[in-house]
């Protein structure tokens, strides 16, 4: 094992004994701001390779990965330094997981507002309001808002189960923005089903669907490799899952 495995391999370790998946991007955060690219990358592929794995230290890393790339240290220029390093060293995993890739399908320009008459006259203030309140049938009004502040509030709701997230998350048109609100809210993402429909939604922008695959069943990869309806790089790193599994 090299230097900087055994410093990744410590680094995982160090990262599972938080609880949070913001604690643990803080602190991967952390580690990383001060080392170059090169040092990043291969971190970065350690962790995602070692995740293929099921290891659960790695995962938890892994899983922390998205809110790391949320972070200030990981600006446009450091990401697109990460992404040369990675095709440099045939890092396949550190690129799939920065791809900036439209997703297969691009909601309408029209599909902006609440369509409830209930809604639509609101301001956005007041949706905001609504979105604590208790009564569900008011909630229920607010699963298609295509405002992502009105969803990340929405999603804080106590009273909100998964019947309505997955709704949220199944959504379509929608907007890709909705949809990260669903991916990086730790509560719901962690949710099987959630997950799942997330991948299968072809308005969700590529690089999520492809971090929620390694938490996919062999059945639910087999049909997302042979699905019309999404994106090329998703399926593919569906089938390649699908064959490092099969070893």
Same mark, same amino acid.
């Given at each position: ?6 410093? %990744?391999?410590t680094l995982v370790?160090?990262?599972? +004994?938080? =609880? ?7 602190? *991967? ?11 990043? &990358? ?10 293929? +794995? ?6 938890? %890393?892994?899983? &922390? ?9 990981? @600006? ?18 550190? *690129?799939?997981?920065?791809?900036? *890739? ?10 902006? +507002? ?5 809604? =639509?006259?609101?301001? *956005? +203030?007041?949706? =905001? ?10 909630? #229920? ?44 809210? %730790?509560?719901?993402? %962690? #949710?099987?089903?959630? =997950? !799942?429909?997330?991948?299968? @939604? ?23 490799a042979q699905l ?6 998703? !399926?593919?790193? &569906? ?5 490092? #599994? #099969?070893?």
């Open positions: 094992m090299s230097k900087i495995e055994e410093k %990744a391999a370790l160090h990262l599972s +004994g938080h =609880k949070e998946k913001r604690l643990r991007a803080s602190s *991967l955060e952390e580690k990383l701001r001060r080392l170059e690219p090169e040092e990043i &990358a291969e971190i970065l592929n350690f962790i995602c390779n070692k995740a293929k +794995g099921k290891d659960l230290a790695s995962l938890k %890393a892994y899983n &922390a990965l998205p809110e790391l790339l949320l972070s200030g240290t990981f @600006n446009r220029e450091k990401i697109s330094q990460l992404r040369a390093v990675a095709r440099q060293k045939d890092y396949d995993e550190v *690129l799939q997981m920065l791809m900036d *890739l439209p997703p297969q399908k691009i909601p309408p320009s029209s599909a902006e +507002g609440p369509e409830d008459p209930f809604l =639509k006259d609101l301001t *956005l +203030g007041h949706r =905001k309001s609504l979105t604590k309140t208790p009564k569900m049938t008011v909630l #229920r009004k607010l699963l298609k808002d295509q405002d992502p502040m009105i969803i990340r509030s929405l999603l804080l709701n106590p009273r909100l189960t998964e019947s309505e997230v997955l709704k949220i998350a199944s959504l379509r048109p929608t907007s890709p923005r909705i949809l990260e609100e669903v991916f990086h809210n %730790a509560t719901w993402v %962690a #949710r099987y089903r959630v =997950k !799942k429909a997330l991948v299968y @939604n072809p308005y969700s922008p590529p690089s999520i669907a492809v971090h929620l695959l390694k938490f996919l069943l062999l059945s639910d990869l087999r049909e997302i019309e309806n999404l994106h090329l790089a998703v !399926k593919e790193v &569906a089938h390649q899952l699908l064959r490092e #599994r #099969r070893k």
